[in-house]
Structures are given as structure tokens and as C-alpha cells.
């Protein structure tokens, strides 16, 4: 039986990027939750007035990898303690999110938030609330560094944090 996963942590791309290549992980999806308008556009979406997040939604079997485990691949990936920006992308749209599924989720991202705090020098900033609707991006956003790898916001922004994923986290990476 599977579970989902909601995470936004900057860019869709990086998040899809490394998820993909995560064995137990059966499904990754790119997309909008967390604002106000009814099937947002990436266009809408960059405006940051509209109150989504840029996240993705997973699919994953929690007897391969469990919750703490892809939430931990997440805090690794991207900057939690910076509000509402990763790197050069800024606005509300870059946001660090967790949507949980359910209030066992909540508990377990919860702990994981509280446990990775001590190896951070600000606080974290790591929004946490339920999963609210979730609209998937357009389809040219999915599995995007697969398909423009040599594109430069995948070769200088993607490639580094899967490459990070793939050495923090080899006993889940799958290759190819």
C-alpha cells in the first residue's frame, strides 16, 4: 500500500530531480497547493500573488522508505531557514512546505523539522500544515532536468543537489 508525500522546497525541478531517482518512491508529480486560485498556471504562480507553493507530490512505499526517510532526503536538499527563497529563486512560491496526509505525518514531520534544527545556524522556517488541493503543473515541468539536463538552471542549480541526494542517501539511489 502506498503513501503520499506533499513537499515544497524551492523550484519543483530540484525536489523532482531527486525523488525520481529514490528507490520506494513509486510516483512524482509537480505542481501548485497552498494558494487561493482554482488551476493556477506557472505563469500565475511566478507572480507569487497567488499564494501556491511550487511542490511535488509523491508517491512512495513506506516498506521501502518511510516518511522520516523522505523527509529527511528533503531537509537535505534545500535551505529550510530561508523565508519564502532558495538560492536566487525568491517569493512565496519558493517557500519550504510539508503538506501532510494525515496527523500521524504531521507528528512524524514534526519530529524530523525539531531533530534537523540543531544542524542549522538560523532557525528553520519549514511551513507545516495539511495537505490542501493540489493542482499538477504543466506538463513540460515534469521531470524536467531528465529531459534539459545541459539546460543552466539544471546543470548549476539541480545537478549539485541530486548529486548531494545521491551520496548522503546511496542505500536508496537508484541509477539510470
Not at 99 to 113: D, M
Not at 130 to 146: G, K, L, N, S, V
Amino acid at each position: 500500500m502506498s503513501e503520499s508525500a506533499t513537499l515544497g522546497g524551492g523550484c519543483f525541478w530540484c525536489l523532482d530531480a531527486v525523488y525520481r531517482r529514490i528507490h520506494g518512491v513509486l510516483s512524482v508529480e509537480s505542481g501548485y497547493s497552498g494558494g487561493q486560485l482554482h488551476q493556477p498556471s506557472y505563469e500565475q504562480i511566478c507572480t507569487g500573488k497567488t499564494g501556491h507553493a511550487e511542490v511535488v507530490r509523491l508517491s512512495f512505499d513506506p516498506a521501502v522508505i518511510s516518511y522520516r526517510e523522505i523527509l529527511e532526503i528533503f531537509f537535505l536538499i534545500h535551505d529550510p531557514t530561508t523565508l519564502n527563497r532558495q538560492g536566487n529563486d525568491l517569493g512565496t512560491q519558493y517557500r519550504s512546505v510539508i503538506y501532510s496526509h494525515s496527523p500521524e505525518q504531521h507528528a512524524i514531520a514534526e519530529s524530523v523539522k525539531a531533530a534537523v534544527a540543531e544542524h542549522w545556524d538560523a532557525p528553520i522556517v519549514t511551513e507545516l500544515a495539511m495537505a490542501p488541493m493540489f493542482y499538477p503543473a504543466e506538463a513540460y515541468h515534469q521531470d524536467y532536468f531528465t529531459r534539459h539536463p545541459q539546460q543552466g538552471y539544471c546543470a548549476f542549480v539541480v545537478a549539485p543537489k541530486v548529486s548531494k541526494a545521491r551520496q548522503a542517501f546511496q542505500k536508496f539511489w537508484k541509477e539510470g
